[in-house]
């Protein structure tokens, strides 16, 4: 990829407190974008935004429920306001509730179903309505949408069955969501990232050395890895690949060695 090919361009990142969004806004940052950086914990997204500014990027926090959709649409608001536009947006926030199918609670359903779909959903609508108005650029695109899936919405994983429905759902939305943006040259994909390095995981002194062992390539992945993966397929060298899923699992899926 050459340097700075997002020059001007304006890109919400949702879950970018850390982690996976953490690693997509730097690198778009880095890449000359203007960075909407939001997460739930309002100090985490403001320290975030703070380390992009002061490595010369260009971000903003916007801290809050990415499950909400009037948040959501203020969200959009706000990048256009600031920014004077939006040209990319990528749903990472998701969130993770262990529970077998007998013991899951219809609260527990309800806050992952309302984060990794509802907020999903109304956020690549309210993005893709801000992208239409603005029409296309002179490569042809109105935009770029990005959603974070996952190799459990794939194959089966213990204690995830709400999880793995809703990141199944997301690869479904990619797919269905073409027959409406594709005529106005707005792309939309998704990435399933699989075992991630994180400071989530890096908390659990076995993650490593089980992924290790059980992933064809040696290694779980890093957030960069990921996020390597996501500039691409919102970059000017995807304009023609919309409504796939990529999976980033260093082969795991092709095996399906459960971490036990």
């Known amino acids: 990829m050459t340097d700075l090919q997002f020059t001007n361009q304006t890109a919400i990142v949702t879950g970018a407190g850390q982690g ?3 690693a997509v806004a730097q690198q778009l940052a880095r890449q000359g974008a203007h960075i909407v950086l939001n997460d739930f914990d309002a100090p985490l997204a403001e320290k975030a935004a703070e380390a992009i500014r ?10 809050g429920d990415a499950s909400d959709v009037a948040f959501i649409r203020g969200m959009v608001n706000r990048a256009v306001g600031t920014f004077g536009r939006l040209d990319i947006a990528i749903a990472n ?12 609670t219809p609260e527990a359903f309800e806050t992952i179903v309302n984060l990794n779909l509802r907020g999903t959903f109304f956020l690549i609508q309210a993005a893709a309505t801000q992208m239409r108005a603005q029409g296309r650029n002179a490569q042809g695109s109105a935009g770029r949408l990005l959603l974070m899936s996952s190799v459990v919405g794939q194959l089966g994983h213990p204690g995830l069955p709400v999880y793995s429905m809703t990141k199944a759902g997301l690869q479904m939305l990619a797919r269905q969501a073409v027959i409406d943006l594709s005529p ?5 994909n998704t990435v399933a990232p699989g075992a991630t390095l ?7 002194p076995t993650y490593i050395p089980i992924w290790s062992r059980i ?3 040696g290694r779980p992945a890093t957030v960069d890895d990921i996020a390597a993966a996501i500039l691409f397929l919102i970059s000017p060298q995807a304009s023609h690949i919309t409504g796939q899923t990529l999976t980033i699992d260093g082969g795991w899926t092709s095996v399906g ?3 036990v």
């Open 215 to 217: 992933t064809p390539m």
């Open 184 to 188: 106005h040259g707005i792309t939309i």
């Open 54 to 63: 002061q490595a010369g990027g260009s971000c903003v926090a916007y801290p």
């Open 93 to 104: 926030a998701g969130i993770t509730v262990f529970g077998d199918l007998f013991t899951t």
């Open 20 to 22: 996976i969004g953490f």
């Open 198 to 204: 994180t400071e989530r995981t890096t908390d659990d």
């Open 257 to 259: 060695i459960p971490p």
